[in-house]
């Protein structure tokens, strides 16, 4: 139940200040101007960002912010469990303030990236018993339904 109100908590679209100032202490992480704007930025962008796109997004807001300054914020954030990591056939990383157990679409045309809901029914393989399972990646790879039906569109047009 409490995981479940923490769930909608973090999947609202906005925030007071004093709501990321309490998730932040939460998670055992000091509140500071930067943390503060770079968790606002993730859960109010759910666009699986890299550290380069939260940069370029705030440092207009935040003239002295350097992308140290976001990578440290950003690796504290992964070390206290506030966002997980996503690597999709990608050199660049990708954060995602998610943290539930989710799967990964990105489409090959537009490069979005969405989630989609997974059951933990897909854990129940007996040649895992024994195992420590620490994290699970689910990631699917092809032509989301905008650009499909722009595919479909221009194929109609000719």
């Known amino acids: 139940m409490q995981q479940n109100n923490l769930k909608k908590e973090v999947m609202k679209m906005t925030y007071k200040v004093e709501e990321l100032k309490d998730y932040l202490k939460k998670h055992g992480i000091r509140p500071s101007t930067i943390r ?51 690597s999709l056939k990608e050199k660049e990383l990708r954060y995602d303030i998610n943290t539930y157990l989710h799967g990964h679409f990105k ?8 989630d989609f809901p997974v059951t933990d029914k897909i854990l129940e393989v007996n040649e895992l018993e024994g195992f420590t399972i620490k994290s699970i990646d689910i990631n699917a790879y092809g032509i989301c339904k905008k650009c499909n039906e722009k595919i479909k569109n221009n194929k109609e047009e000719e």
């Open 36 to 86: 503060l704007k770079i968790l606002q930025y993730l859960l109010e962008n759910r666009i699986h960002p890299t550290a380069e796109d939260i940069y370029k997004s705030l440092v207009n807001d935040i003239p002295t912010l350097s992308k140290t300054s976001v990578y440290n914020t950003l690796d504290l954030f992964l070390e206290k469990g506030v966002v997980n990591t996503l």
């Open 107 to 114: 489409c090959e045309v537009c490069g979005k990236v969405y």
